[in-house]
């Protein structure tokens, strides 16, 4: 045989030609190759010679993104797709929910960064973007939708759809998406699969989705037990069926591959070998390793021009290196030292940015400042300001729902983002990284009406399941809070659900209060609604604090007297300072109190028994619990291993000043 193989990839084909002396070569060749082939036989040097001129297509692509409310198992599926594709070895150990990979996710138990991953199913590569489920963390799913052609709803077949699956769903039709409904979970005994479906159908109507879009297939499973299937019931195999509706109704990658390259950036994460790592989905062109390549803004002004370092892309739970990537793929390039999210990366030749789909914007802000107590620096060894404002920043780049700026003190920036959630995990991720901060109670962004001037202020969406004896004190104390209630229905196993409108100043800090109302048994979530006008006022915490009056260490003695004035937030033993919060007030006021003071001791003994120090546990305050807590004259100090609840100004005499300007305003 006589053999030579000649081209390249191109056009998303990959074309051949190769020769052969003999007829049996031939067809033994054009078996094995099982594409559409052209040959011919040319004559010369006295023998026939066949040529075979082929074209192999490549694998075929498929993007999608997993989307669902917090808690209805999209991890849990997509480690069970990942099993079942074949990626891993029979005896490789993976870890329980193998995407969640960051600490706090699993100490949370929920996903807050999209992260991508593939999968091989019959000859066809599908790339899954796995989203976070918990409202706070939308952004992350927003600004995935635009790099997916397909996305597979996920609904708990108890729970039905709940708020952030109403928010993504309306993300995804708006953007043109068929999706692909997975109603999980239909292994729970209190399981209603076929009233989710019409609960699921009715979302659909509700969001103006198309005659196309309301024809959507549906599919039941279990991701915990690796099954899916046409009927509830079975047969309970598994996940093969929701692999071929995937490949049969999610489109092929609308992408012009004869075209110069181009790619919106989607997600920003920072490598400590490769920098910064952009990921995003080729539009058209193909994009090659060392390749010359140019940034531009969403406004079409030029960020810088570099090469692509390196080319990474997602197979399983790793990213390998490439030479090359073709139009349609999910990709990660390294190279680049300004180009962020929404910028568009391209050949030098191309001008015109790509549209980036727009953010809703942020609803609640905090102040971030240093902390200049006097126990600062002693924990953390990042203390400044310009290093906090330096790492915000970055922050900010990769987070597109994060809104970061400078405050008139220099030491202070205000952080606004989607909700309380969101903000808390930036700032238990930077304590940990060994920051000091100071942090203010948080506050919504109010707007104004462009044609009345009147004040508006965010109303969330709020839906709560609970116990039908706990309904009652549920709706009055939302009532108090300015709520509206809209609807109000039985939701099986003796439990009511609940739905509300209310402002979201009305709504921080009441969570803790709401779980303590329902024994522990009610489950809440908010959604960002949309502006309303300003509701007037609303009762805060009617609870006044004890404040220290001294430095050192706190006695057992002095805390167990103080006992009878509320209970207490620190421990005998921890380091105190003046204006530091360390308990609540039984009454309305403030009271600076002394936890240092011991007990009297003499040399005479007393003819009855000395009472025994019994002190009531405290207490814990964590960080999400103390930003709920905390009054608008009151911060949180953070450090890596402490969490401490401060006044604003730590003396007393400026305390009571700035009381009486605020009375008198």
């Not at 699956?165 to 708006?174: M, R």
């Not at 949309?530 to 006022?537: E, I, R, S, T």
Request: hydrophobic share 40%.
């Amino acid at each position: 045989m006589n053999g030579q193989f000649i081209g390249r990839y191109r056009r998303g084909v990959h074309p051949g030609k190769r020769t052969f002396e003999t007829p049996l070569v031939f067809l033994i060749f054009a078996a094995i190759v099982r594409a559409p082939i052209n040959c011919r036989a040319d004559s010369g040097g006295g023998k026939i010679v066949f040529v075979i001129i082929y074209v192999v297509r490549l694998m075929e692509l498929r993007n999608i993104a997993i989307i669902a409310h917090v808690d209805h198992g999209k991890t849990t599926l997509v480690d069970c797709l990942l099993k079942q594709s074949g990626i891993f070895r029979e005896n490789q150990q993976i870890a329980e929910r193998a995407m969640d990979s960051n600490d706090l996710e699993r100490e949370r138990g929920i996903t807050i960064l999209a992260k991508c991953t593939s999968v091989e199913w019959e000859g066809a590569r599908i790339n899954i973007v796995d989203t976070p489920g918990h409202a706070d963390f939308g952004g992350e799913v927003e600004r995935i939708l635009s790099m997916v052609d397909g996305v597979v709803v996920l609904v708990d077949a108890a729970e039905g759809p709940m708020p952030q699956t109403k928010f993504v769903l309306g993300k995804a039709l708006g953007l043109g998406l068929r999706p692909i409904v997975l109603i999980n979970k239909v292994d729970r005994p209190d399981q209603r699969a076929d009233e989710v479906l019409d609960e699921i159908f009715d979302l659909f109507a509700a969001l103006d989705a198309d005659e196309y879009q309301l024809d959507f297939p549906h599919l039941y499973s279990s991701a915990k037990e690796g099954w899916a299937a046409e009927e509830s019931d079975g047969p309970k195999v598994d996940m093969a069926p929701l692999f071929e509706l995937i490949l049969r109704h999610v489109s092929r990658p609308d992408v012009v591959s004869d075209s110069s390259f181009t790619m919106l950036a989607t997600t920003l994460e920072a490598n400590p070998y490769l920098g910064r790592l952009l990921t995003g989905k080729i539009s058209s062109g193909k994009a090659t390793r060392n390749m010359a390549i140019k940034v531009v803004n969403r406004h079409g002004e030029r960020v810088e021009e570099g090469r692509i370092s390196q080319l990474l892309a997602f197979r399983g739970l790793e990213r390998i290196q490439i030479e090359e990537a073709e139009a349609g793929d999910i990709i990660a390039i390294a190279g680049l030292e300004k180009a962020t999210v929404a910028d568009t990366l391209s050949s030098p030749d191309v001008s015109q940015p790509i549209a980036a789909e727009p953010i809703d914007p942020p609803t609640l802000t905090m102040t971030f400042s240093i902390n200049d107590s006097p126990l600062a620096g002693q924990e953390g060894d990042k203390v400044t300001s310009r290093i906090i404002w330096d790492r915000l920043k970055r922050e900010a780049e990769g987070n597109v729902a994060l809104n970061v700026s400078r405050t008139g003190d220099m030491n202070a920036f205000e952080v606004a983002g989607r909700g309380e959630l969101q903000l808390a995990v930036l700032i238990e991720t930077m304590r940990r990284e060994g920051f000091e901060l100071s942090i203010s109670r948080p506050r919504v962004v109010y707007r104004e009406d462009q044609e009345t001037g009147e004040k508006l202020e965010p109303i969330e969406e709020v839906v709560i399941d609970v116990d039908e004896e706990f309904a009652g004190t549920v709706v009055e104390k939302l009532a108090a809070r300015k709520g509206d209630m809209t609807e109000m229905r039985a939701a099986g196993s003796g439990k009511q659900r609940i739905t509300f409108l209310a402002p979201s100043r009305a709504l921080i800090g009441y969570h803790s209060e709401f779980l303590t109302d329902t024994r522990g048994t009610g489950v809440m979530n908010r959604l960002y609604h949309g502006y309303a006008p300003f509701k007037g006022a609303i009762d805060k915490r009617r609870n006044g604090t004890l404040i220290s009056m001294g430095a050192g260490k706190a006695v057992a003695y002095a805390l167990w007297n103080l006992e009878d004035r509320g209970p207490m937030f620190i421990n005998a033993g921890d380091k105190v300072y003046g204006g530091m919060i360390i308990g609540e007030h039984a009454r309305g006021n403030d009271l600076e109190v002394n936890p240092l003071k011991g007990k009297q001791l003499t040399n005479i003994r007393a003819s009855g028994k000395d009472d025994a120090v019994d002190l009531t546990p405290p207490i814990p305050m964590g960080l999400d619990k103390a930003l709920a807590y905390i009054g608008d004259d009151e911060l949180v100090e953070v450090t890596p291993l402490s969490v401490r609840l401060r006044k604003l100004y730590l003396d007393p005499h400026e305390r009571k000043r700035e009381s009486r300007k605020a009375a008198a305003e």
